[in-house]
């Protein structure tokens, strides 16, 4: 007799729960959280800062993407003493600016959101609306907010308030853009971040900055083809980027019809391609793996002339069909972002791409001291099945050297974004310290941190600080220790 098919994990999550933590957050925030479950640690002390899109809707029109929605930067001081102060403020871009005083949206949004008046007003309009909604990078008197397509917001990092937009003192003079990942080199502290001009032929730019954003070198490559990259992994040698396998039909974009994202067509055929480049600006070299589409790297680390690079890989891009938007697709049937472990030996060119794990995750972090090198934990989001395609309800400690794993989920009623791992003052163990998650909890209508031990996630946070609102599911965040000047 046949053994019985496995049956699916039964479904956790709920669409109009999940859909209730993409509500736009109208008022701005200043006031002091006494609403706490658990026990804050005394020793958890520093700025949480988040960013993501807060505004949902302008005008009565909806984004056609949350990634379209406007930055909002949210910072939560952990002050040791039981209580938590929050704040949020929106970016004043140009475009929010120009947006709140004209009540309707002026811009195009990267991700589908058109201007009223269909595709007339929106035909050979190419200025996407800088939304500085992404990531967020911290220097003693500047905050900047990051935002792929364009250059970054200086905000202040006591206020929240908007200085402007900011070319890093000339560095990102014209057109250039800067991404929304910087990355640390845990040596010198330099923020290594880059910039991508997409065409026909791609450049990326590659800058090191010091402690206040002082650009103090900039190395530029030209690579063939269309590229879309969101994120790098950073060794003491290399920049490493992995060109996704898109090709993109501008004509719809240019006509009006669609937004840029919208018009990536992925290329199952062909390969994505590593691109290995020298931080000290040599010669690029190039590898090719199975086509996979990746947003994030976990961390890369070179062994001899054996590269390897873990990333959260889709098997193809996420994309939305022509006619639905977030609010409707079914997550299903959307390819689920699975830990992939890639190998590359630089002398053979040899490739090799591992799945670790079956389970959806997104929002990689680990210890910043391990960047560049070999490493332990992983601390990603998860879904709450072990298998297939849904929101992200949980977090999850993976041990890449056993394969084992520690999650705690928040199913049925919350839902998720990226763990921010903080390293306990003074630690040695890779994994001794704090991560914060926001959490829409669905039940009570309004987010919280959670604050969870990262060697006892199983256990569940420590600490939940409870929100008077919900915050919409945001997207990158940082957090500064108060010793920080
Ligand atoms: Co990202």
Same mark, same amino acid.
């Given at each position: 007799?046949?053994?019985?098919?496995?049956?699916?994990?039964?479904?956790?999550?709920?669409?109009?729960?999940?859909?209730?933590?993409? &509500?736009?957050?109208?008022?701005? =925030?200043?006031?002091?959280?006494?609403?706490?479950?658990?026990?804050?640690?005394?020793?958890?002390?520093?700025?949480?800062?988040?960013?993501?899109?807060?505004?949902?809707?302008?005008?009565?029109?909806?984004?056609?993407?949350?990634?379209?929605?406007?930055?909002?930067?949210?910072? +939560?001081?952990?002050?040791?003493?039981?209580?938590?102060?929050?704040?949020?403020? /929106?970016?004043?871009?140009?475009? +929010?600016?120009?947006?709140?005083?004209?009540?309707?949206?002026?811009?195009?949004?990267?991700?589908?959101?058109?201007?009223?008046?269909?595709?007339?007003?929106?035909?050979?309009?190419?200025?996407?609306?800088?939304?500085?909604?992404?990531?967020?990078? /911290?220097?003693?008197?500047?905050?900047?907010?990051?935002?792929?397509?364009?250059?970054?917001?200086?905000?202040?990092?006591?206020?929240?308030?908007?200085?402007?937009?900011?070319?890093?003192?000339?560095?990102? %003079?014209?057109?250039?853009?800067?991404?929304?990942?910087?990355?640390?080199?845990?040596?010198?502290?330099?923020?290594?971040? $880059?910039?991508?001009?997409?065409?026909?032929?791609?450049?990326? !730019?590659?800058?090191?900055?010091?402690?206040?954003?002082?650009?103090?070198?900039?190395?530029?490559?030209?690579?063939?083809? $269309?590229?879309?990259?969101?994120?790098?992994?950073?060794?003491?040698?290399?920049?490493?980027?992995?060109?996704?396998?898109?090709?993109?039909?501008?004509?719809?974009?240019?006509?009006?019809?669609?937004?840029?994202?919208?018009?990536?067509?992925?290329?199952?055929?062909?390969?994505?391609?590593? *691109?290995?480049?020298?931080?000290?600006?040599?010669?690029?070299?190039?590898?090719?793996?199975? %086509?996979?589409?990746?947003?994030? =790297?976990?961390?890369?680390?070179?062994?001899?002339?054996?590269? !390897?690079?873990?990333?959260?890989?889709?098997?193809?891009?996420?994309?939305?069909?022509?006619? &639905? !938007?977030?609010?409707?697709?079914?997550?299903?049937?959307?390819?689920?972002?699975? *830990?992939?472990?890639?190998?590359?030996?630089?002398?053979?060119?040899?490739? =090799?791409?591992?799945?670790?794990?079956?389970?959806?995750?997104?929002?990689?972090?680990?210890?910043?001291?391990?960047?560049?090198?070999?490493?332990?934990?992983? $601390?990603?989001?998860?879904?709450?099945?072990? &298998?297939?395609?849904?929101? *992200?309800?949980?977090?999850?400690?993976?041990?890449?050297?056993?394969?084992?794993?520690?999650?705690?989920? +928040?199913?049925?009623?919350?839902?998720?974004?990226?763990?921010?791992?903080?390293?306990?003052?003074?630690?040695?163990?890779?994994?001794?310290?704090?991560?914060?998650?926001?959490?829409?909890?669905?039940?009570?209508?309004?987010?919280?941190?959670?604050?969870?031990?990262?060697?006892?996630?199983?256990?569940?946070?420590?600490?939940?600080?409870?929100?008077?609102? &919900?915050?919409?599911?945001?997207? =990158?965040?940082?957090?500064?220790? %108060?010793?920080?000047?």
């Amino acid at each position: 007799m046949a053994a019985p098919a496995p049956q699916p994990a039964p479904r956790r999550w709920n669409r109009d729960d999940w859909l209730r933590g993409y &509500t736009s957050l109208t008022e701005e =925030h200043d006031e002091w959280l006494s609403a706490i479950s658990g026990e804050l640690p005394p020793e958890l002390r520093g700025t949480l800062y988040r960013n993501g899109p807060g505004l949902l809707e302008r005008g009565g029109q909806p984004v056609q993407h949350p990634f379209d929605g406007d930055g909002m930067v949210c910072a +939560f001081d952990f002050t040791g003493d039981g209580r938590v102060r929050f704040r949020n403020r /929106y970016v004043r871009t140009a475009g +929010f600016v120009a947006e709140e005083k004209a009540g309707r949206f002026l811009q195009r949004g990267v991700f589908g959101t058109q201007k009223p008046g269909g595709w007339l007003a929106n035909a050979f309009d190419l200025r996407p609306k800088n939304i500085a909604n992404t990531n967020l990078a /911290y220097s003693p008197g500047k905050l900047l907010a990051l935002w792929e397509g364009g250059k970054p917001y200086a905000l202040d990092p006591q206020t929240l308030e908007t200085i402007g937009e900011d070319d890093l003192a000339g560095a990102l %003079a014209g057109n250039a853009n800067f991404a929304a990942h910087p990355r640390y080199d845990r040596r010198t502290g330099r923020m290594v971040n $880059f910039g991508i001009q997409p065409g026909l032929s791609s450049t990326i !730019t590659l800058y090191e900055l010091g402690a206040d954003f002082t650009v103090l070198s900039q190395h530029r490559w030209e690579t063939p083809g $269309f590229a879309f990259i969101h994120d790098f992994a950073l060794t003491d040698d290399y920049a490493i980027f992995f060109q996704n396998p898109v090709t993109v039909n501008p004509f719809p974009y240019w006509f009006g019809f669609r937004g840029a994202a919208e018009c990536l067509i992925f290329q199952s055929d062909r390969p994505t391609r590593v *691109l290995v480049l020298p931080r000290n600006g040599g010669r690029m070299r190039v590898y090719e793996t199975d %086509a996979c589409f990746v947003f994030h =790297h976990v961390n890369a680390h070179l062994t001899g002339d054996r590269l !390897t690079v873990d990333a959260i890989a889709y098997e193809t891009f996420p994309a939305l069909k022509p006619g &639905t !938007t977030y609010r409707n697709v079914e997550i299903e049937t959307i390819a689920a972002s699975q *830990l992939f472990r890639f190998t590359v030996n630089l002398t053979t060119g040899e490739t =090799h791409r591992e799945r670790l794990m079956e389970r959806a995750v997104e929002f990689p972090s680990l210890h910043p001291a391990r960047v560049g090198l070999p490493y332990r934990w992983a $601390f990603m989001a998860m879904a709450d099945a072990p &298998t297939g395609n849904a929101p *992200l309800q949980g977090v999850l400690a993976y041990d890449v050297q056993t394969g084992a794993a520690q999650t705690y989920s +928040f199913a049925p009623k919350g839902y998720v974004g990226e763990p921010v791992f903080v390293p306990k003052p003074g630690a040695t163990e890779e994994n001794s310290g704090y991560l914060l998650q926001m959490v829409f909890d669905a039940e009570r209508g309004a987010s919280d941190v959670a604050v969870f031990d990262a060697q006892q996630v199983a256990r569940g946070p420590v600490a939940r600080v409870h929100l008077p609102v &919900t915050v919409p599911y945001g997207l =990158h965040g940082i957090f500064v220790p %108060a010793t920080t000047p």
